[in-house]
């Protein structure tokens, strides 16, 4: 199930890349491994959290981008408007 739902996961976060190329933000947020740019591995990293809340197993404080103590979408799409830097 949980590969399943990493598919699905990148597929939508795929097709968010595609229908936004325009969307470039500042900086460097969804740099989730620290390695100087924004790419498919931090991408692996925030869909390994992604639904978790503080206290789930999966929960990593750094894929929760916009800060509402859960990995979702909205996060998702703030790592895909950084993707490639």
Do not use: C, Q
């Not at 869909?47 to 978790?52: H, I, K, Q, R």
């Amino acid at each position: 199930m949980l590969k399943r739902t990493v598919y699905v996961v990148l597929f939508a976060v795929l097709a968010l890349f595609l229908t936004m190329p325009s969307i470039k933000a500042n900086g460097l947020t969804g740099d989730l491994d620290h390695d100087g740019n924004v790419d498919l591995n931090d991408v692996l990293i925030a869909v390994e959290a992604f639904g978790a809340r503080p206290g789930h197993e999966r929960w990593n404080s750094e894929a929760d981008l916009n800060g509402d103590s859960v990995v979702s979408m909205a996060d998702m799409i703030i790592l895909v408007s950084n993707f490639g830097n």
